[in-house]
Every structure is written in C-alpha cells, then in structure tokens.
C-alpha cells in the first residue's frame, strides 16, 4: 500500500517569497490534515479537510497561509509571503475518516526561510 | 482548552532496560490518547491507542501503555529497549470532535 506522498522534501526561500507544498494522501483516505511541526515541539494542527471540505482551519494564519484540497484527493498548502517563522517541518496527513481514527503521516517538507 | 504534557525532553537508557515515558494531559472530558513515533527519516507512526475500556493497552513493537483517569496520565513503557527505538515519541490527545493536540516530544537515546 503506498503512503502519504509529499513533495518537495527541502525547501530554501527567501523571507517574503511563496512556496506551495503538495500532498497526495493514501487513496480512499476522506480526511486529510495539514501540520507544522517547528524544531522541538510537536505537531501542530494547521487544517482539516473531510473530503474537498474544510473541517477545522481555526489554527491557520489566514493573512498568509492557504489551502486546497481539489476533488477531495490531493492537497496543496500554500505561504505568501513566508516570514522567518515560518521556518518548520509540514507534514501531511490522512485517515479514513471517522473521527479519532489512525493517522497515517507523510515525510514531510522540511522549510527554511531565509 | 486540551493540553498535552510530556515532562522529560530527552531520556537515555542503555539496551536491555526497561523504559517508560510520562505523558499527562489536561482535558475536561474522557480523551482518546494515542502514542506516536518519529524515527530519524521516517513519517511519525501510530504505537497505540487508548479509547476506553482496559486502561492498559498495548501497542507494536513491544510497546504498552496505562491510562491512568485519577493521574491524568498515559505513560509509554517497554520492558527491554531495543537500538532501534532510538527516535522521538509523542504523546497526542483527541477531543471528542476528533481535534488533536499533541505534546513536544521526548527524544529517546539508546546506548549500547
């Protein structure tokens, strides 16, 4: 069974540049999570798609930071402009779908901002 | 609000020891708490996963953890430390709504 793909693995911008990330979860999974995980702290909740749906994005920094989940499949998150702390792990995760249910994580994209 | 606290950021213990990681949480309602595990390189991954019922529950890899209701707590145990657990553990708490918070993470080193 293939996992949660991400891509880019690295990415290097300047501070005020864009960088958009790409998820493509385990087919047939409906939710699919976006986390920003900053150097020694845990993951931290940044949206929640149910299908093409928005479940919970209160943590997202709206100003900057956008996502997409077109057709309910993959998934782009997006930084315009990326500040210095933006610098983090994102990972991306999915589930099938039921609430509480194992989430399966991709390897994330390591961001810095320079 | 729900919060998640793992008290020791980094742990050593050599191989063949037992092992326990602490976990407590702050929640107003019954959580479902769940143990995940970052190796070097790798995607996190669910250990276990306490919903209700037996308070001890365990997990892969050898890994078993207690919920502890009066405590407040589910701390991670193993009973002989392999090499290979050498990563960074988390402790996360779901609410009922399924939003999860998770703790910073203890990094274990295993020596030899």
């Known amino acids: 069974e293939a996992g949660v793909a991400q891509s880019p693995r690295y990415k290097i911008i300047e501070k005020r540049q864009s960088v958009a990330f790409w998820c493509n979860p385990i087919s047939g999974h409906a939710t699919l999570y976006w986390y920003q995980q900053i150097l020694g702290q845990g993951p931290k909740l940044l949206i929640q798609?149910?299908?093409?749906?928005?479940?919970?994005d209160s943590q997202l920094p709206k100003d900057r930071f956008s996502a997409e989940r077109l057709k309910g499949v993959d998934s782009t998150l997006k930084i315009q402009p990326a500040k210095l702390e933006d610098s983090a792990v994102y990972l991306c995760?999915?589930?099938?779908?039921?609430?509480?249910?194992?989430?399966?994580f991709g390897s994330g994209t390591q961001l810095s901002v320079l | 609000a729900q919060s998640v606290t793992q008290p020791d950021i980094h742990i050593t213990v050599s191989e063949g020891a037992s092992l326990e990681l602490r976990c407590n949480y702050s929640y107003g309602a019954t959580p479902y708490l769940f143990w995940y595990v970052q190796s070097p390189g790798q995607g996190l991954q669910l250990l276990l996963k306490?919903?209700?019922?037996?308070?001890l529950v365990q997990g892969i890899k050898g890994f078993e953890a207690e919920f502890k209701r009066s405590q407040s707590s589910f701390n991670l145990r193993k009973p002989s430390v392999h090499w290979s657990d050498a990563a960074e553990y988390f402790c996360v708490l779901n609410t009922n709504a399924g939003k999860s918070t998770f703790g910073d993470g203890t990094t274990l080193t295993v020596k030899p």
């Open positions: 306490y919903f209700s019922g037996d308070t």
């Open positions: 995760a999915s589930s099938l779908g039921a609430t509480n249910e194992k989430l399966f």
């Open positions: 798609f149910q299908n093409n749906g928005v479940v919970d």
